[in-house]
């Protein structure tokens, strides 16, 4: 009897496994659906911090530029500087897409370095950088996903599903296999990296609050600035990659 009641308790006992959750986390019910309301919270701030600065500073060129102008105008050259160099001369429509990617991640990283989110009380868990958690990253990953099977449908049609079988047919598996691959090495290299560095910081300051953890912070927004430019130009990347049809 006692091996019966283990074998039935068992899968009750995995049930209960699937449901545990790593931390607290603060929802909404919207629509009947259940969200998770520190990234929705989180990304509205930084997508506020991007229009806001956007409109302020280039609402109205000027023909000598202020600082801020200068700015826009500096990213703006050099996300098309990217998007040349890996996507070739028909990096043009890209340049928008690419662009707001690496500007989101970027500015994304270092609010989580920058803005005071803990000083915000939540009933649930507490805010971070929107990028601090694995549902942005894999809703980024995904969006540079559709960008690239978009890019290489609409420049080849059907046919641009003959590269799974290039070089030989005996190699199809391997190339599904890659397209699974790269959403997820997107989505968790960039997750990994911004949840370490806030980590590192965390556990630093607790343990020494004075003065060592200042350059592991300054080290955090050079690291965080850097995966945002790898994350952009990855993408550009596997666009051209779509649109070429090379490997």
């Known amino acids: 009897m006692n091996g019966i009641s283990c074998s039935i308790n068992a899968p009750n006992g995995l049930y209960d496994i699937s449901g545990v959750e790593v931390g607290q986390h603060f929802y909404w019910q919207i629509g009947g659906f259940q969200v998770h309301a520190q990234v929705l919270i989180t990304s509205w701030v930084v997508i506020a911090i991007l229009l806001g600065s956007a409109l302020i500073d280039v609402r109205n060129p000027q023909t000598i530029p202020t600082a801020g102008q200068n700015f826009f105008e500096y990213v703006l050259e050099f996300i098309r500087d990217v998007s040349k160099t890996q996507i070739g001369e028909e990096?043009?429509?890209w340049v928008p897409f690419i662009g707001t990617m690496f500007l989101f991640i970027f500015v994304s990283n270092w609010s989580g370095a920058l803005l005071p989110w803990k000083i915000i009380q939540l009933p649930h868990g507490e805010l971070a950088a929107p990028t601090n958690d694995i549902n942005t990253t894999v809703?980024?990953?995904?969006?540079?996903?559709?960008?690239?099977?978009?890019?290489?449908?609409?420049?080849?049609?059907?046919?641009?599903?003959?590269?799974?079988?290039?070089?030989?047919?005996?190699?199809?598996?391997?190339?599904?296999?890659?397209?699974?691959?790269?959403?997820?090495?997107?989505?968790?290299?960039?997750?990994?990296?911004?949840?370490?560095?806030?980590?590192?910081?965390?556990?630093?300051?607790?343990?020494?609050?004075?003065?060592?953890?200042?350059?592991?912070?300054?080290?955090?927004?050079?690291?965080?600035?850097?995966q945002a430019l790898i994350f952009a130009t990855l993408a550009a990347a596997y666009i051209g990659e779509s649109m070429e049809g090379h490997h």
């Open 91 to 93: 990096y043009g429509p």
């Open 139 to 226: 809703a980024l990953a995904l969006l540079t996903s559709v960008a690239y099977f978009y890019a290489g449908l609409s420049k080849k049609g059907l046919g641009y599903f003959s590269k799974y079988i290039q070089p030989t047919p005996i190699l199809l598996p391997i190339n599904i296999l890659e397209d699974f691959t790269k959403p997820l090495s997107l989505s968790f290299r960039l997750f990994g990296n911004i949840l370490a560095d806030e980590l590192v910081v965390v556990v630093l300051v607790s343990l020494v609050p004075s003065v060592v953890p200042i350059p592991v912070m300054f080290l955090g927004l050079f690291t965080s600035g850097i």
